[in-house]
């Protein structure tokens, strides 16, 4: 069943998918749609789950499911996954790679592989206070208090 996101108990589970371009605007009310009707069945064990989505900065799907009502499952979460490879097919995107950096430069977002990054730490061009995306958190209360944060504070430091 589907609830607005801001509605979730900060405990909710979440689940980050970064994409490596932006979608187009054209798209946005497309995918939230699909999002839409995605969560709105989205079961474990054949019960209802309390889930939600919202889509930040036309680059991050983020699913988040209440597990104070109903806890996920093994199977509900690859549900999950099968729908975001559907959706990486659908729009032309690469959601699931989890050895991507996303982060700020200026009011920019540039998404980069490690590889990349790292040649990007070494040449200076990003520093340990550049903004970048922990997509590794849990929690809705983690999202808000330690997604955006300087590349010291998260695992990205390694590479400094």
């Keep these: 069943m589907y609830v607005p996101f801001e509605q979730l108990d900060e405990d909710a ?13 054209s798209d946005i ?17 054949n019960t209802s789950l309390k889930a939600s ?13 209440d597990t104070e009502f109903n806890q996920v499952s093994g199977c ?16 032309s995107k690469v959601l699931l790679d989890k050895m991507n950096v996303t982060f700020k430069q200026g009011e920019f977002l ?12 070494k040449n200076n061009s990003v520093t340990p206070e550049t903004i970048v995306f922990n997509n590794l958190v849990t929690t809705k209360s983690e999202m808000e208090s330690h997604w955006e944060i300087p590349a010291q504070e998260s695992w990205h430091q390694r590479y400094f």
Excluded: C, M, N
């Excluded at 989505?53 to 499911?65: E, M, S």
């Excluded at 540039?110 to 730490?121: A, P, T």
């Design 53 to 65: 989505f919202i889509i930040k900065y036309r680059r991050f799907i983020v699913l988040a499911v």
């Design 76 to 91: 509900s979460i690859d549900g999950s996954v099968r729908f975001i490879q559907q959706l990486e097919h659908d729009f």
């Design 13 to 25: 589970r979440v689940w980050i998918y970064p994409s490596d371009t932006p979608f187009k605007a």
């Design 29 to 45: 009310s497309i995918l939230e749609e699909r999002l839409a009707a995605f969560v709105e069945q989205w079961t474990a064990h």
């Design 110 to 121: 540039v998404h980069k592989s490690i590889l990349e990054f790292k040649i990007l730490v």
